[in-house]
């Protein structure tokens, strides 16, 4: 069976274009949604894919319908595979039920990994950077050293408790947890250094 997939993003855009191109093409069932192509939380989507059987066919109008992302699309086009079914592109006319269509999902694959692999390399190679200009990568402290001291003054001397503390300052009590413990483990670390 061919199960068709139809995507719009805005309400003001209308699938129908697709759905005559998926129709024209075969599929007898067609699944539509108006939801962006970069997030996962699609119901019609997992609701084709959770009903895919062996020997079916997704049917798309064009790639970008499916998903937006080259890594998504991979791990979609993976999913669809192992549950038996095929894949069809009708716009880049790329049907993975055929051996020149299966060669190109693993060449999209092989690309997928070669853009991950890139990411990865320009953000090691930015962290690098930063370390030698001595800045650390992550998101900067909520608050700076002086009021760090405050909260541990004020939670160690009992004048406040931890989550007094987290409000007063507006941050997380995990926040407050961790930065006793920092503390604290640094105040044995002195102690034991100076035995």
């Not at 199960?3 to 005559?20: E, F, K, N």
């Not at 997030?39 to 895919?52: T, V």
């Amino acid at each position: 069976m061919q199960l068709g997939y139809a995507r719009v993003s805005t309400d003001d855009q209308d699938a129908a274009a697709q759905v005559t191109a998926l129709k024209a093409a075969g599929a007898h069932r067609i699944f539509t949604e108006r939801a962006s192509g970069g997030r996962w939380n699609r119901p019609e989507l997992h609701r084709l894919l959770d009903q895919l059987r062996p020997g079916d066919v997704v049917v798309v109008w064009k790639l970008d319908r499916l998903s937006r992302s080259l890594k998504d699309l991979i791990l979609l086009l993976e999913r669809i595979e192992s549950t038996g079914a095929g894949f069809h592109s009708l716009t880049e006319r790329i049907d993975t039920t055929t051996a020149a269509g299966r060669m190109l999902t693993q060449l999209l694959g092989a690309f997928a990994e070669f853009e991950r692999a890139m990411i990865r390399e320009r953000t090691r190679a930015g962290l690098a950077a930063a370390a030698a200009l001595g800045r650390k990568g992550g998101r900067r402290p909520k608050l700076n050293s002086e009021q760090r001291a405050m909260v541990v003054r004020l939670v160690e001397s009992g004048q406040k408790t931890a989550a007094e503390v987290a409000r007063l300052f507006a941050v997380d009590p995990a926040t407050v947890s961790r930065l006793l413990a920092v503390a604290r483990h640094t105040a044995s670390a002195t102690t034991e250094a100076s035995a």
